[in-house]
């Protein structure tokens, strides 16, 4: 056994293989972007927050790990796809050497991110919640049909900045975005938003931080 880098895991073209399927499959169905732009900015600020809580470096590699691979459940199926993905997971890093106390801490922070059924069980996973749920930005929607747009669509797009600050002193993480409210409302927004915005609130509580939103200038949590 060894100790698999993320250089590993992002050059490993199987694993990449899996991910532009994933994605593909997604765009058929005309969900948002979960391609690279989606994994890798999870992976970069999942493992930067852990360092900045105290985490180890090992944990913090493992979390770009889980990050990068969150979304591979989506090659077979969206529905359950957390729990399809850590299945994958499991197969392919054990694949490529991991030791099982690695490969668990990676596979259950990947089954642990869909808001449905997540919970932070680890502090891989409470990094991963985190990181994933507060990528919300225009750039990730692919309808170039205005008029189309489903209400993910409008509330992506609605987005015009996202700033996400951790205050590792103070204890706080800050979702805060400006959204406007001609494309969709701030109602529209906790529709679609709500459960993972309490997530978050979970995944921070895990490190002991308070996660603030703030839209518009004003705190709404």
Not at 26 to 36: I, Q
Not at 121 to 140: E, Q
């Amino acid at each position: 056994m060894e100790n698999i880098t993320y250089a590993d895991v992002k050059h490993c073209e199987e694993i990449n293989t899996y991910i532009r399927q994933a994605d593909a499959s997604l765009k058929a169905m005309g969900f948002t972007e979960h391609a690279f732009s989606h994994v890798e900015r999870c992976a970069d600020f999942a493992s930067r927050w852990l360092l900045e809580l105290g985490g180890s470096g090992r944990d913090a590699e493992l979390a770009r790990i889980a990050a990068y691979m969150h979304d591979i459940g989506n090659v077979i199926n969206r529905h359950n796809h957390a729990q399809i993905g850590a299945v994958l997971a499991f197969g392919l890093l054990g694949k490529l050497g991991m030791p099982p106390e690695e490969v668990a801490a990676v596979v259950a922070a990947i089954g642990n991110h869909d808001e449905a059924t997540a919970y932070p069980v680890n502090a891989v996973a409470a990094a991963l919640i985190l990181a994933d749920k507060t990528d919300v930005r225009r750039t990730r929607v692919r309808n170039d049909d205005i008029s189309a747009f489903d209400i993910h669509d409008r509330v992506n797009y609605a987005v015009t900045r996202a700033d996400t600050e951790l205050d590792a002193e103070a204890r706080i993480l800050t979702l805060d975005l400006d959204v406007d409210t001609e494309i969709c409302s701030v109602t529209d927004y906790f529709e679609i938003f709500m459960g993972r915005m309490l997530l978050c609130r979970r995944a921070a509580g895990f490190f002991g931080l308070h996660f603030k939103l703030i839209i518009n200038g004003s705190v709404l949590m």
